[in-house]
């Protein structure tokens, strides 16, 4: 029996599932303000595609051929304001898969020319608009042609949060276990928050789960949402969370090279931010293990390295 090429793809896909996930747990050491508080951190970004959206976009690729909703020359078609762009990116080029991106024209140009290089068709928005603007976009261009386009929705679509609940969240609690107090992360898609709170507290009910927020609805953190004036990620899952604290950009620039220079790691914004966080959280309890993620690293953000040193 001859196999079709939609199943060549996904056997392809699966293949490449050795690739995603299982990222080291890293112990911050210099930085937590108390030695009776062990800060860790996953560090999404070693893994394929670079950063912590190459769980969920596996993911959604996944269920979208089994299902059938891509394949047949389809276009995958999606807002992202940069990681998940370039996860889709990454895997589409592996498996021949034709991406579409909505994009704000403010991305970095690393990000665009890394988009480029990978064969990604760009739809640029307005950079006053944000991801909120190009996800409009991406559902405009879905809705006038439905037959060209699977769109994967990341903003809420299921298989966002449950790559990180049948993932994220087993890999951390397996390698902590009930030493776990508190789980701190930004929110931005909210599916790694989302995801990995579920599954924590299904197994620890007490752990503390802390969203992170920018401190308003201009800032430098890529990714990250203002809740209070964005549209809201119909995946995010409120119940689930106990508290929500706000960074500073500044603050979170600040302690890219703090860690740099105490760690020995060189962080995205976003990740700075989570730290800030989890330092934050480490000042106001006696003892615990707070739990962060770093979903990439400074390999994207040159222009903001070359100003801080």
């Not at 990116?89 to 290089?117: D, H, M, Q, Y």
């Amino acid at each position: 029996m001859e196999i079709s090429q939609d199943s060549q793809v996904l056997k392809s896909l699966e293949s490449l599932g050795q690739f995603v996930g299982a990222t080291p747990l890293f112990e911050v050491q210099h930085l937590s303000p108390k030695p009776s508080v062990k800060i860790f951190a996953k560090m999404e970004w070693m893994q394929f595609g670079g950063s912590v959206k190459t769980r969920p976009a596996y993911n959604i690729i996944k269920g979208a051929l089994k299902s059938g909703e891509l394949g047949n020359g389809k276009t995958l078609l999606d807002a992202s304001s940069g990681n998940t762009a370039l996860a889709y990116a990454t895997i589409g080029a592996r498996l021949g898969i034709p991406v579409t991106i909505c994009l704000p024209e403010n991305a970095s140009w690393e990000r665009k020319k890394l988009l480029k290089g990978l064969g990604v068709n760009i739809v640029y928005t307005s950079k006053f608009g944000s991801s909120d603007e190009s996800e409009a976009k991406a559902e405009e261009m879905y809705r006038n042609d439905p037959d060209k386009y699977f769109l994967a929705n990341q903003y809420g679509n299921e298989n966002n949060w449950m790559s990180h609940y049948q993932g994220t969240g087993p890999e951390i609690y397996g390698a902590l276990g009930d030493q776990i107090t508190h789980f701190v992360t930004g929110l931005g898609t909210t599916g790694s928050f989302t995801g990995i709170t579920k599954y924590l507290k299904e197994q620890k009910p007490d752990i503390k789960a802390i969203g992170l927020q920018p401190d308003g609805a201009l800032h430098g953190l890529e990714g990250w949402k203002d809740m209070e004036t964005a549209k809201v990620p119909g995946i995010y899952d409120k119940a689930v969370v106990d508290e929500i604290k706000h960074v500073d950009t500044y603050d979170a620039y600040d302690l890219i090279k703090e860690t740099a220079r105490r760690e020995g790691l060189l962080l995205s914004p976003s990740s700075a931010a989570n730290l800030k966080g989890a330092i934050d959280v480490a000042n106001e309890i006696d003892s615990g293990v707070v739990v962060t993620l770093f979903p990439d690293n400074a390999e994207k953000y040159s222009e903001i390295i070359k100003s801080l040193f």
